[in-house]
């Protein structure tokens, strides 16, 4: 059984960085298309990033290019994302999932976490 868990969110001022962790269990990362996605307020879930590490490839949604990065430690098999430059737009519900192939749309992802919030203060 495969399982995420998220953890690092928190609330920071705009302008600040902050690291979110998702922890794998079950199977290592690197066979999966591991991916962030976020849930603004009364929206629909995101995406974000994601990460195809047995090949070394990253994509980001264009509202977060240049100021996040997605990346793995193998031996801890955990996947993170590192924020930086965070805005007031960025405050969501950040959730880290698993998918077979290479996919930005959320319907596709198989395994989900729990989702860890993170609230960017103007």
């Known amino acids: 059984q495969v399982q995420l868990v998220e953890s690092g969110g928190g609330l920071v001022q705009a302008g600040g960085p902050l690291r979110l962790s998702c922890v794998v269990s079950?199977?290592?990362?690197?066979?999966?298309?591991m991916g962030w996605f976020r849930q603004p307020p009364g929206q629909e879930r995101e995406f974000v990033a994601h990460?195809?590490?047995?090949?070394?490839?990253?994509y980001y949604a264009a509202s977060v290019m240049g100021r996040f990065a997605i990346s793995g430690d193998n031996a801890k098999n955990t996947v993170y994302l590192q924020m930086n430059n965070l805005k007031p737009e960025d405050t969501a519900v950040y959730y880290c999932?698993?998918?077979?192939?290479?996919?930005?749309?959320?319907?596709?992802?198989?395994?989900w976490g729990q989702g860890t919030q993170v609230t960017v203060s103007s």
């Open positions: 990460i195809r590490r047995s090949l070394g490839t990253t």
């Open positions: 999932a698993a998918a077979g192939g290479y996919y930005t749309d959320p319907r596709e992802y198989i395994y």
């Open positions: 079950g199977r290592p990362f690197s066979s999966f298309t």
